[in-house]
């Protein structure tokens, strides 16, 4: 993969001896369980991972389940088949996706969470919960956003992520279930396209770049979020998930950020590659408006002191990469 860093070497002796042995993944056609699975299979060995979705998939090294989590049936049968000690349970609608369909953003994302937290308890699994920047709201310290906070998103996408958040800790303190999470930024990867995001932008941006030279953003300048490289997440749920639990005084939503850009930034930062690179503006008012309540940057001491997070990819590093990776244009980039 990355030729900065070989992150199946560097991160294999964190893994040696740890607690993970056979882990499902939910949701593993997305952008992060995509990466995910295939970060999986290195460090724990393809038969190990279990990868899922509600899509049918081809072509995977090891085990495949059709999975529809909103089915609490199938969710029990698949741990009661497979019988993983690890869940990491990414199926779930995107922000802006979820603004089109409110309902069915909670039946997928609220419906899914809870029977597995329910499977996951009645077998003892852990479980990595994925939050995100959208658990914050407009009341939120915008800038250098604290690990404990004022929380009132007012997305259904960050309604379900506090409700997850809340709702693991719930499971950790009466039933003493492994429940575990980050609050993802925005994820900037070329192996898988987002979908239905507020932060996609950052992704589509690279693939205009190199197709076309140019790209319009539906994001106006000046709006800061956080973002962070694939590699960087992918490493932070393994080093999480393997963690001495009596580190941990935070559990199921810890601050995680590598950079804080807005539009104008990382135009600036491709221009480093590519000087002749335009950027334009059509801004979108509904995912703009996502964005003004979302935080501009996080502190993440709380992830540093008690796992480790420790993110290598700053902002100019993730371009050259990206660049040097991404196809070209995508046909399918916008709308969402
Ligand atoms: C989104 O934009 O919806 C996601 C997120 C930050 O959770 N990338």
């Not at 900065?4 to 993944?25: A, N």
């Not at 699975?37 to 995977?60: C, I, K, P, T, W």
């Not at 539906?218 to 992918?234: K, Q, V």
């Not at 930034?265 to 590519?274: D, E, F, H, Q």
Request: charged share 20%.
């Amino acid at each position: 993969r990355s030729t900065l860093f070989p992150y199946t070497t560097l991160f294999r002796s964190s893994t040696e001896g740890g607690t993970m042995k056979k882990i499902l993944v939910t949701g593993c056609g997305g952008q992060v369980g995509t990466e995910l699975v295939a970060h999986l299979r290195g460090l724990y060995g393809d038969a190990n991972v279990m990868a899922s979705d509600f899509r049918a998939q081809e072509g995977h090294s090891g085990p495949f389940a059709l999975l529809d989590v909103r089915d609490g049936k199938a969710v029990a049968a698949l741990l009661d088949s497979f019988k993983p000690d690890t869940v990491m349970h990414l199926a779930g609608i995107l922000s802006a996706r979820g603004e089109e369909r409110p309902q069915q953003l909670w039946e997928t994302n609220m419906g899914g969470t809870y029977n597995m937290l329910e499977a996951a308890r009645e077998r003892g699994c852990a479980v990595f919960f994925p939050s995100s920047i959208a658990a914050f709201g407009p009341g939120t310290p915008a800038d250098h956003t604290p690990q404990d906070t004022i929380q009132r998103p007012t997305t259904i996408y960050g309604v379900s992520k506090v409700t997850g958040e809340l709702l693991g800790e719930y499971y950790h303190l009466k039933y003493g279930l492994d429940v575990r999470g980050v609050r993802f930024p925005g994820l900037i990867s070329y192996e898988a396209l987002p979908g239905g995001g507020t932060t996609d932008y950052a992704v589509h941006i690279y693939y205009e770049a190199r197709a076309r030279g140019r790209y319009t953003s539906y994001i106006g300048a000046g709006s800061f979020m956080d973002m962070m490289y694939m590699p960087d997440a992918l490493d932070a749920v393994v080093r999480l998930m393997e963690a001495d639990p009596a580190r941990l005084r935070h559990r199921c939503a810890f601050n995680i950020s590598a950079m804080s850009f807005d539009p104008e930034g990382i135009a600036a930062s491709i221009r480093k590659v590519l000087p002749d690179f335009r950027l334009d503006y059509d801004v979108d008012p509904v995912r703009q408006a996502i964005a003004d309540s979302w935080p501009n940057s996080l502190d993440c001491s709380a992830a540093r002191e008690e796992w480790g997070f420790a993110p290598r990819y700053d902002l100019d590093a993730m371009t050259r990469d990206m660049l040097a990776r991404v196809p070209g244009a995508v046909s399918s980039l916008t709308p969402n």
